[in-house]
């Protein structure tokens, strides 16, 4: 019997992704060789794979998993850092360091309490060290902002963490972005099945995003959640003191944009379940049209935002987010116009911890034209092109293995 379309939509929402298809539509990455060790940590594990021609923990680099539903998947980890642009993994441990990959029983938890997972780590890998080589620490997305958290923490309790060098690859330092529009139309499917709200409105989403939508007819603005967080991040100083900080953008550094124009229409729904739906990308207008919710869930719902700069097309590490929803709903057979996959998630100024996000001057700014002093790390490197957030290229790669410290 076919499926009846509310099972379609139920489907479609629990298939829906914030940063990667969920369900049947996840891509399946091959599996990781076997671990040297593994470590159970409280609220996580760490897989821990030895530098070549070592028989311990030697010149570890502790690095943090990133943001997604559920427990940390080791395999995806591993594929992301090896087999895309460039062999991280191979090309560091090759020069005999110790790799300890960090990982999450809930990576939509607080990243407060994530960060205490990250601590454990680094407490083991303190204990585990052969020889007295200072540690690079960091993390992929939010796994910076836990490892900042954590670093910062530990320093104010006077704990030796031992590090020497501190890394974020395409952390949200300032925020990161998700579409008003979207994050509406997680509230709206909601009754069928909540998946996409849950990834959304989770507490480490909410501490992460710029602005935050609590619910189809409400008001985008700094989440609670966020406010807290930025109040305790604060608390231990905002950043760990004594390592040398450093930061890597998945986005370009001249101010030039995705490509993105602002109020284009991004994707559009033309039935049998969401008929009249559609989707624009961010602009300046107070108020701004960014979507119209409809369908078999009820509807219209005209979505708007009031005085936000074009975040869509903003420089930054991007990441598929009409692409998800646009696929999800085809191939459950619904008719789409998908016109733009990707925007921006993670604004380069942002990565770098340079400028805020409100102003279209700040968001768009020249980094490579600022006084690097202006950043909140002692160094940073941005990208040529605005590619997919958090990937790891050969520019990037080489740049942080030649900053390992001693």
């Known amino acids: 019997m076919a499926d ?71 395999d995806w980890l591993w594929d992301q850092l090896e087999n895309g642009r460039y062999p991280f993994i191979s090309e560091l441990r090759r020069r005999g360091r110790t790799l300890v990959l960090v990982g999450f029983d809930e990576r939509s938890e607080s990243i407060l309490r994530n960060a205490e997972t990250m601590t454990a780590a680094l407490m083991r890998t303190v204990a585990e060290q052969l ?38 690859f395409d952390t949200p330092h300032r925020g990161a972005w998700v579409p008003v529009g979207l994050q509406a139309f997680a509230h709206y499917l909601a009754p069928a099945d909540d998946t996409y709200l849950r990834q959304i409105g989770s507490p480490a989403a909410q501490q992460m995003l710029w602005r935050y939508l609590d619910g189809v007819d409400g008001t985008p603005r700094q989440s609670p959640m966020r406010t807290e967080f930025l109040e305790a991040l604060q608390r231990v100083g905002s950043w760990p ?12 550094g001249d101010g030039v944009g995705n490509g993105v124009r602002a109020g284009e229409k991004a994707l559009s729904c033309s039935g049998p379940l969401f008929d009249g739906t559609y989707f624009l990308a961010q602009a300046k207008g107070d108020p701004a049209e960014v979507a119209v919710l409809n369908g078999i869930l009820g509807g219209p719902h005209p979505i708007a935002t009031r005085g936000f700069p074009e975040l869509d097309g903003a420089p930054g590490g991007t990441l598929e987010s009409f692409g998800i929803v646009g696929d999800t709903l085809t191939a459950i057979g619904e008719n789409t116009d998908l016109a733009r996959r ?8 942002s990565a770098v911890s340079i400028r805020d996000l409100d102003r279209q001057d700040d968001l768009y700014a020249d980094i490579d034209q600022l006084p690097p002093d202006q950043s909140d790390l002692d160094d940073f490197l941005l990208s040529e092109n605005n590619d997919p957030h958090a990937i790891m290229t050969p520019d990037i790669g080489e740049w942080v293995l030649d900053r390992l410290p001693d």
């Open 131 to 168: 020889g007295d080589a200072r540690l690079l620490v960091g993390g992929f997305s939010m796994g910076g902002m836990v490892a900042r958290y954590a670093l910062a923490k530990m320093e104010t309790q006077r704990m030796d963490h031992r590090v020497g060098v501190y890394v974020s």
């Open 241 to 252: 003191r004594i390592p040398r900080l450093l930061g890597v953008s998945s986005g370009r």
């Open 342 to 349: 990707s925007v921006c998630f993670v604004p380069s100024v």
């Open 4 to 74: 009846s379309k509310t099972d379609k939509v139920r489907r479609a929402a629990a298939s829906i992704g914030l940063v990667s298809p969920l369900g049947a539509a996840a891509p399946t990455a091959p599996t990781a060789p076997p671990a040297d060790e593994v470590w159970e940590l409280p609220g996580g594990s760490a897989r821990v794979y030895y530098g070549e021609g070592q028989k311990g923990v030697v010149r570890p680099v502790v690095l943090a998993d990133g943001f997604n539903l559920g427990p940390t998947d080791f």
